[in-house]
């Protein structure tokens, strides 16, 4: 019996110790995890002289550290548009789980700095923003639209959508299938981007575009094949 009861306790000890290890995980700072974030996500508009107040330092960010969290979570910030995981873009700028984790983790475990100013990534550059080219060929939705001919679409573009709008816009194909193709949500006539397919989406002749409101209008943009980069 006491060596039964020696070898439980053997076995009881490791589990204590990898319990233990696990309670003391790495904190998040904003020297090596948000500065990042902020950086390849945010700073495009928060920058001094961007068109948003300057989170670029810690000493900015710090005090607005609620106000972050709460726009992350809420999907708010960055200015995206669309709910994340309906259509697949290219230059999707919302958040990652990991990443709204990390924001969150950082501001409930109290805002800290970090103690190694060379963890801090090179400070992005701020190139002006080339104009958005859409090509003659595009195609104005309004109400459902029907394609007569097969379309490679590569994006679309909100081109007149009443503020705080939201729409789930769908390729009803042929064959009775449906293809998800840009969901906006709350969306706000100043974001002014497209939402570019990672993959061109291959619509056949007689496709029905739905969900666009005769109030709005969005513009299909075609392209040729596009390959997936992961």
Known sequence: M???IATAVLLFVPCLELQSHNIGSTRITWNREISRIIYNR????????????????YQEAQPMADAIKQSVLSRRMPPWGAVKGFGDFRNDQGLTQEELELITDWVEGGTAKGNNPNALPKVPKFDKP?????PKDRIMVSGDLTIETPLALDGLMPQRVPDGSSMEITAQLPN???QPLVWL????????????FR??????????IRGVPAN??????????????N
């Open 185 to 196: 949500y709350e969306y706000k006539n100043g974001y002014q981007h497209p939402f570019w």
């Open 216 to 229: 709005a209008e969005i513009v299909l943009i075609p392209g040729g094949k596009r390959k997936s980069k």
């Open 2 to 4: 006491k060596r039964l």
């Open 176 to 178: 009775g299938g449906i």
């Open 42 to 57: 945010c700073a495009s508009c928060h920058h001094p002289g961007g068109s948003a107040f300057s989170l670029m330092t």
């Open 130 to 134: 080339s104009p958005i080219k859409i």
């Open 199 to 208: 993959e061109s989406v291959d619509l056949p002749a007689g496709t029905v």
